[in-house]
């Protein structure tokens, strides 16, 4: 965008938003005007239908023929007479109605008015000025209840031809503003000129030097300002550069080779560290590679089981061969759902969700991981199966909190991880899935976390070797038969007995629990445990919590 469009975006506001309050406020003025005369005049004509009517009836009331029906119609046709010699035009008119929204005259309206908005305000506040619609157009009116013949006087006028004047107004000053913006534009962009040809020209010098590598090109200085000063001292830089030309080359011989190198650098490492990682690595120099921060993460612990007696059974390629498929499958899971690979540790995977780069949904994208880990280790041990390779079995811990994360290491050998007691607790729940048999366990941490996306049961609530304070732990899942729910169901209300110290009605529970779910290990647990406490119940101050005594 050119300077001069710039500067004419920077001062046409000064001349519209007068403009523009001056017209809104001129056209306000006029409608609010004409609507104050407008309410007096409607409000006149209908004060005036209204004594007519007072007189028509003080008339029959004098005569004593206010209960002939004759009469009073008679006088009735004589206020409609009278409506339709004061009427405003021919688009404004009255109409009577009653309280049931019968109207009274004129008779070609429609028969009844209740269906209409307008009816319930007129017949709630009896007097006043009023903006409708009525069979599609908008009109504007005023009304008065005259109580004696049950009456809802109403005078209205089509609401164009009522703001017709002020419309007018609002033309003229449109059109006003349009000429005035058109020369002001005009006298802006003449000024402008003025203004930055001097700039231009410095411009033209500049496109000049760099076209050409000429720099022993110079502006023409035109006028003792500012621009002025610009052009003078644009000219002692120019000969600055021709001084250091030839150290900016090696400069930049040098910087190409340094992104060389650093993309090099990315090329080899990438294989083996997230790139969020080699990012920060790259733009972190000297001492800082070792600050830590405090950061909010969730952490995935995943084991296979029994992989010492796996190992056994195969060939030392044949075992690398299937661990890096495994782990293939197992990365990629968790890359596509935004966590990074902290370490491999032997057979075991630990990943971080949440570091260097915080996501909202981290801790879900976690427990999605773990369950689509579980969904992949299926089709991995059908080909394990088919090559006569044995199937791996997995047990996966997360838990959500609070670590320490940075580059943690010295100065020759660094290892971007996390730590802390959330790591250590997620490490905790991953030995877990041992005693529950559950593939996946994750804390109460986690859980309060992912629980709007998943589905999940508490298993128990464990004080795991290392902490005093107990944690709830939950199995998730995202889809499960009625017959698995059901199951799940009756192991939440066993639980809840267990609690309250119903061992005996627990028990009973985990039972059916147990052969729903077809030798459901938590619901195994829990029956022995009600055996153990129904022969040696528990102190008073028994809290339920399992207390682990191994890693």
């Known amino acids: 965008m050119k300077i001069r469009t710039k500067v004419l975006m920077v001062v046409l506001p000064l001349f519209i938003f007068p403009l523009l309050l001056i017209g809104i406020t001129a056209y306000l003025s006029a409608r609010n005007g004409i609507t104050k005369v407008a309410k007096e005049f409607l409000g006149y004509k209908v004060t005036e239908m209204y004594k007519y009517c007072s007189r028509q009836e003080d008339i029959i009331t004098g005569t004593g023929l206010v209960d002939v029906v004759d009469y009073r119609k008679i006088a ?31 008779k070609e309206e429609e028969a009844n ?9 007129i017949t709630e506040t009896k007097k006043g000025l009023l903006a409708f619609s009525y069979k599609g157009i908008n009109r504007v009116g005023y009304y008065l209840y005259f109580e004696l013949w049950d009456w809802y006087i109403l005078l209205s006028e089509h609401k164009k031809i009522f703001y017709e004047d002020a419309d007018n107004i609002k033309n003229q000053v449109a059109y006003t503003m349009g000429i005035t913006l058109i020369c002001a534009v005009c006298l802006i962009l003449f000024f402008i000129k003025k203004l930055t040809d001097p700039v231009g020209n410095v411009v ?24 002025g000063y610009l052009a003078t001292w644009f000219n002692r830089m120019v000969g600055d550069l021709e001084i250091a030309y030839n150290q900016i080359k090696e400069y930049a011989y040098k ?53 010492t007696s796996i190992s056994e059974r195969l060939s030392a390629e044949e075992l690398v061969i299937s661990l890096n498929t495994y782990f293939n499958v197992m990365v990629n899971i968790i890359i596509d759902h935004k966590g990074i690979i902290d370490k491999f ?25 773990a369950l689509s880990m579980l969904k992949s280790l299926k089709s991995f041990n059908r080909k394990q199966t088919l090559t006569g390779k044995p199937p791996f079995k997995i047990g996966i811990g997360l838990n959500t909190g609070e670590v320490i ?17 959330t790591v250590n607790l997620a490490s905790r729940l991953e030995g877990l899935t041992k005693l529950y048999r559950t593939p996946i366990i994750i804390s109460e941490y986690t859980y309060n976390e992912a629980q709007s996306g998943i589905m999940a049961r508490e298993i128990d609530s464990v004080r795991v070797k290392g ?4 944690v709830k732990i939950y199995q998730p899942y995202i889809e499960a038969s009625p017959k698995i729910k059901d199951g799940y169901n009756i192991f939440n209300e066993a639980m809840h007995l267990y609690r309250n110290k119903s061992f005996k009605e627990a ?35 028994w809290d339920g919590v399992y207390i682990a005594k191994t890693k």
Not at 345 to 369: E, K, Y
Not at 519 to 530: F, G, I, N, Q, W
Request: aromatic content about 10%; proline content about 4%.
């Open 405 to 421: 994360v940075g580059n943690i290491g010295s100065t020759q050998k660094l290892d971007y991880t996390c730590i802390g007691d």
């Open 507 to 541: 028990s009973k529970l985990f039972h059916s629990s147990n052969e729903i779910l077809e030798k459901d290990t938590p619901s195994s647990l829990y029956m022995d445990r009600c055996e153990e406490l129904i022969h040696d119940p528990p102190e008073e101050d």
């Open 76 to 106: 009735q046709k004589s206020a409609e007479d009278y409506a339709n010699a004061i009427r405003l035009s021919e688009t404004g008119y009255f109409i009577a109605f009653n309280s049931e929204g019968e109207v009274m005259f004129p």
């Open 204 to 227: 033209a010098t500049m496109q000049e030097i760099i076209t050409n590598n000429d720099l022993s090109q110079r502006v023409r200085v035109e006028y003792d300002d500012e621009i």
């Open 467 to 470: 902490k005093a304070k107990p």
């Open 255 to 307: 910087s190409v080779l340094a992104k060389t190198s650093e993309e090099r650098i990315r090329h080899i490492f990438q294989k083996y560290v997230p790139a969020e990682i080699i990012d920060e690595v790259l733009k972190t120099k000297g001492e800082k590679l070792l600050v830590g921060k405090k950061q909010w993460a969730t952490i995935l612990f995943s084991d296979i089981r029994r992989f």
């Open 345 to 369: 540790i032997g057979d075991a995977i630990m990943a971080i969700f949440g570091a260097p780069v915080l996501h909202d949904d981290d801790p879900l994208q976690a427990v999605f991981t």
């Open 113 to 121: 008015l209740s269906n209409y908005d307008f009816f319930s305000t």
